[in-house]
């Protein structure tokens, strides 16, 4: 299957500082569903932010859908993103819209008939707990309502590409797991997803091959090896290795 993101040793500095992200190397097949874990600092953010182009990388080559976007003219961006869908920490939510208002706007912004608005969003909604609050605004919800929000205006339109940073810190584990669940039934339908998480309860019970990233360098860590036992021992390895 084609390659949706593609990064060769691509680093990322910014300003005058040290890299943050050193030597990059790595591609995701469409359909393909990733957890991305690593200690805070060590550069989860950084990388996600290169792959919904928010940055533009120091050095290296990367590519979205097959085209190679180090060289493209940034006023092309916005046809890129909106075929990608993102979870933000700080969820970034309209404060003068509703919930509803919220999340039907990407598919307003594309053009869909209202009725199908109201019937899509209504629906997830539902599905995400928040069907006693669809009229209700950002700035009197709470942490997990607001998250809540933001994955649903993320995952309405189908997109091609999901990213998702720590989109499970704000919940309880009865909605983490459905939220989850939700993740997993867009990738069935052909998402690309990438989940960064601190959750290693999660990665574990949701076995997906693993980003990991510490000190500015990834390695992938294959389905079989996701659990935590056996990423220590494949740190273990790698530093063994190293020594030789």
């Given at each position: 299957?084609?390659?949706?993101i593609?990064?060769e040793?691509?680093?990322?500095r910014y300003?005058l ?12 097949e469409a359909?393909?569903f ?25 050095r290296?080559m990367?590519s979205l ?10 006023e ?10 993102v979870?933000?920490?700080d969820?970034r939510l309209l ?7 919220n999340?039907a706007l990407p ?16 629906e ?5 707990a928040l069907?006693?609050?669809m ?15 933001a ?11 999901l990213?998702?940073?720590e ?6 584990d ?5 939220l ?8 069935r339908?052909?998402?690309?997803v990438v989940?960064?998480?601190?959750n290693?309860?999660i990665?574990?019970?949701?076995g997906r ?9 990834l390695?992938?860590i294959?389905?079989?090896n996701?659990?935590?036992?056996n ?7 790698e530093?063994?290795e190293?020594?030789?």
């Amino acid at each position: 299957m084609a390659e949706v993101i593609r990064f060769e040793n691509v680093g990322l500095r910014y300003g005058l500082g040290p890299e943050v992200l050193q030597d990059i190397t790595f591609g995701l097949e469409a359909g393909s569903f990733h957890f991305l874990i690593g200690p805070s600092g060590a550069g989860k953010s950084s990388l996600l932010r290169l792959m919904y182009l928010a940055h533009r990388q120091t050095r290296g080559m990367i590519s979205l859908f097959g085209r190679d976007v180090s060289v493209l003219p940034r006023e092309q961006f916005p046809k890129i993103r909106r075929r990608i869908g993102v979870v933000f920490q700080d969820f970034r939510l309209l404060p003068h819209l509703s919930a509803f208002d919220n999340v039907a706007l990407p598919l307003r912004v594309a053009g869909v008939r209202e009725s199908e608005v109201r019937r899509h969003v209504e629906e997830l909604l539902i599905w995400v707990a928040l069907e006693n609050h669809m009229d209700v605004r950002p700035p009197t919800m709470s942490g997990g309502q607001q998250q809540r929000v933001a994955i649903a205006r993320a995952v309405i339109a189908r997109p091609k590409i999901l990213y998702a940073d720590e989109p499970t810190g704000n919940v309880d584990d009865r909605i983490a797991d459905r939220l989850m669940h939700l993740f997993e039934e867009l990738n069935r339908l052909g998402t690309t997803v990438v989940i960064a998480t601190h959750n290693e309860a999660i990665v574990q019970e949701f076995g997906r091959p693993v980003l990991k990233i510490d000190g500015g360098r990834l390695d992938l860590i294959p389905t079989n090896n996701s659990n935590p036992e056996n990423i220590a021992e494949a740190e273990d390895a790698e530093l063994e290795e190293g020594s030789e």
